[in-house]
């Protein structure tokens, strides 16, 4: 009964655990806020749990008497704290047919995890993250993930990662979440890495973990996310003794042909016809050529194409270069999986989402299945219907007009299947 209600409203500062709901045109989602303050700085986290969101941070907090602007999933929202303070209600900035939110104060929720800040070295880098340990296993061994992200400037806090090691440990996994290099609280670049250098940040973790005598392993494994798929598998190879191995919309392509697909899929996704298509791809493919070759008379062809295609509406799809100095992460980073795949020890879990532009399984699926088999492990592959890049559905207008409530609007979902497929896989040991 210590968690009933005794969250309040005080001062500047908004405090408590916020249910309720996200609206638009008579089509609800659930979602939830756990508001706090930090050094006197007002911060929060939001879950949308049918979307797979746990323990994101509020993009953006601006309190002032009973008025709050936040930022979060669905954009910015203008809201009002009502009389008592224990009711928000809000509407959003941008969106048309509006969206409308409507929480209320509810009883504190406590976290399925104790979470630990750790942090561990790859040579001269040192690398910062947290330790989820959860709370139905405490002094009994579990299974732990380490989770390798996908490209860009991904962190501990970042969105999809979080909500991933919340919902691992709630399910009785440990999880070891670390800021990718350049990022949050760890050094390095992650801009200027390889392939190669994110993958010995990786097996880091693993030692890391491994040299806790203090915590109880079964397993340990590494859940490598998107271009994650390309360094997990490389870090596996690299610490013999890894457990399992999670491919999550990893390529089984090379770096070169995943952007070559991205190109041909993204654009047939938005709608654009097939010559324009055939065009982007073409010029993609010149581009790669210039990138393997480096020879003037390629440069003198790309740079002519270049200048023809600048100012199409589609040239946001392709890679426009400045100078040359814009090749070197692609001649770095000029890395096809077979060989590593091929020479997997470990059992492992392919997941593809059904229509994902980025990795279609179409063009991955079969390959990964010939690699995994030449390498002799047990492995599954699994498409999760339904789903993007993301691994969450589509959202939108279900049918032609707001004719509400015979035409309505589909939140964006993640499926069961997606996170059943790895508790399954994991438990296997």
């Given at each position: ?122 040579g001269s880098v040192n690398l910062s993250g947290m ?240 690699y995994l088999t030449s390498a002799g492990i047990e492995f599954e592959i699994k498409v999760i219907p ?44």
């Amino acid at each position: 009964m210590l968690f009933l209600l005794l969250n309040s409203v005080f001062g500047q500062n908004l405090e408590g655990r916020f249910e309720g709901a996200v609206s638009r045109d008579g089509s609800i989602q659930l979602v939830n806020f756990d508001f706090y303050s930090e050094d006197g700085v007002q911060k929060g986290t939001y879950e949308i749990p049918e979307n797979g969101s746990f323990d994101v941070p509020i993009d953006k907090i601006e309190l002032k008497n009973d008025t709050l602007n936040i930022k979060f999933y669905f954009g910015n929202f203008f809201c009002f704290l009502n009389g008592n303070k224990d009711e928000i209600t809000g509407i959003s900035e941008k969106w048309n047919p509006k969206i409308r939110l409507h929480v209320k104060i509810s009883p504190a929720k406590e976290k399925p995890y104790i979470k630990e800040e750790i942090s561990f070295n790859n040579g001269s880098v040192n690398l910062s993250g947290m330790l989820y340990n959860p709370k139905n296993r405490l002094g009994q061994p579990v299974n732990y993930v380490i989770i390798v992200h996908g490209s860009g400037a991904q962190d501990r806090f970042s969105p999809y990662y979080i909500s991933l090691g919340y919902s691992l440990a709630k399910n009785g996994f440990g999880v070891l979440l670390y800021d990718k290099r350049g990022t949050g609280l760890s050094s390095g670049n992650f801009e200027s890495a390889s392939m190669e250098d994110l993958a010995n940040d990786a097996v880091a973790a693993m030692n890391y973990l491994e040299n806790r005598k203090d915590i109880k392993k079964l397993e340990i494994g590494f859940l490598g996310t998107s271009q994650g798929g390309w360094i997990a598998p490389i870090a596996a190879n690299k610490y013999k003794n890894c457990d399992f191995l999670i491919l999550n919309v990893g390529p089984a392509v090379s770096v070169f042909e995943q952007d070559i697909n991205r190109v041909e899929y993204t654009m047939n996704n938005d709608g654009w016809d097939q010559s324009t298509i055939d065009s982007a791809v073409s010029y993609t493919e010149l581009y790669f050529q210039y990138v393997k070759d480096n020879s003037p008379e390629t440069w003198k062809k790309l740079d002519k194409f270049s200048r023809e295609i600048e100012n199409r509406d589609w040239v946001e799809y392709v890679n426009i270069p400045e100078n040359k100095n814009d090749f070197e992460w692609w001649r770095n980073n000029n890395y096809n999986p077979e060989t590593i795949l091929k020479n997997l020890n470990c059992r492992t879990l392919c997941l593809f989402g059904e229509y994902d532009p980025l990795v279609p399984p179409d063009k991955n699926e079969n390959l990964m299945r010939e690699y995994l088999t030449s390498a002799g492990i047990e492995f599954e592959i699994k498409v999760i219907p339904g789903t993007l890049h993301d691994m969450k559905t589509f959202q939108g207008l279900n049918g032609d007009n707001w004719n509400w409530p015979k035409v309505y609007w589909e939140w964006r979902k993640q499926p069961n299947s997606f996170l059943d497929n790895i508790i399954q896989f994991i438990n296997k040991n």
